[in-house]
T-cell receptor, first 110, second 115 residues
Framework: DAKTTQPNSMESNEEEPVHLPCNHS???????IHWYRQLPSQGPEYVIH???SNVNNRMASLAIAEDRKSSTLILHRATLRDAAVYYC???????????FGQGTELSVKP | EAGVAQSPRYKIIEKRQSVAFWCNPI?????LYWYQQILGQGPKLLIQ????????DSQLPKDRFSAERLKGVDSTLKIQPAKLEDSAVYLC?????????????FGPGTRLTVT
């Protein structure tokens, strides 16, 4: 399974945009890119996923590099509730098996 | 829509004792997963069911862990006997197929402490 690399932690200010990077240089053509986040004392929750094109939903945007070796999760206006660990995960052909890494711990300052 | 339900939320046992966790997935979700999350780490998949069949149990320590999903709906995960290193949060998730992927919904987890 292809691996992802994320910074251990990031800080942002409330109501400012946040760009969370993820490197996946060994991604294969059929690997989907998923983002999940885990708020304190809760189970992970789905944020967004994509294959080749950029994606938008009510929670966030996913920008995928043209060579697909990296992607960026964009939170357009961070709130205190967005403080969480964000996981970038690849899945082969969209299959159910998700291999979680350490993720990026995002803190949001008022 | 009701989410994934898990019980109990917390459990404290002594090493060598047995423990069981229960999970009720979201109605209609055919795929169910059990994860183990040790403090400070990301969740690790233990077992994946499709309906009542096992798809992947490669990371399940089968000498002490067992799981079943008899009627393709709710599921139980058992540890017998427990070791200190089994202290973790046990997460259950269920999923449906959407836009080419399985979008997973997680329960709140069961925090197990083995003393």
């Amino acid at each position: 399974d292809a691996k992802t690399t994320q910074p251990n932690s990031m800080e942002s200010n409330e109501e400012e945009p946040v760009h969370l990077p993820c490197n996946h240089s060994t991604i294969s053509g059929t690997d989907y890119i998923h983002w999940y986040r885990q708020l304190p004392s809760q189970g992970p929750e789905y944020v967004i996923h994509g294959l080749t094109s950029n994606v938008n939903n009510r929670m966030a945007s996913l920008a995928i590099a043209e060579d697909r070796k990296s992607s960026t999760l964009i939170l357009h206006r961070a709130t205190l509730r967005d403080a969480a660990v964000y996981y970038c995960i690849l899945s082969r052909e969209g299959g159910g098996k998700l291999i979680f890494g350490q993720g990026t711990e995002l803190s949001v300052k008022p | 829509e009701a989410g994934v339900a898990q019980s109990p939320r917390y459990k404290i046992i002594e090493k060598r004792q047995s423990v069981a966790f229960w999970c009720n997935p979201i109605s209609g979700h055919a795929t169910l997963y059990w994860y183990q999350q040790i403090l400070g780490q990301g969740p690790k998949l233990l077992i994946q069911f499709q309906n009542n069949g096992v798809v992947d149990d490669s990371q399940l320590p089968k000498d002490r862990f067992s799981a079943e999903r008899l009627k393709g709906v709710d599921s139980t995960l058992k540890i017998q006997p427990a070791k200190l290193e089994d202290s973790a949060v046990y997460l259950c998730a269920s999923s449906f197929h959407f836009r080419g992927v399985y979008e997973q919904y997680f329960g709140p987890g069961t925090r197990l402490t083995v003393t």
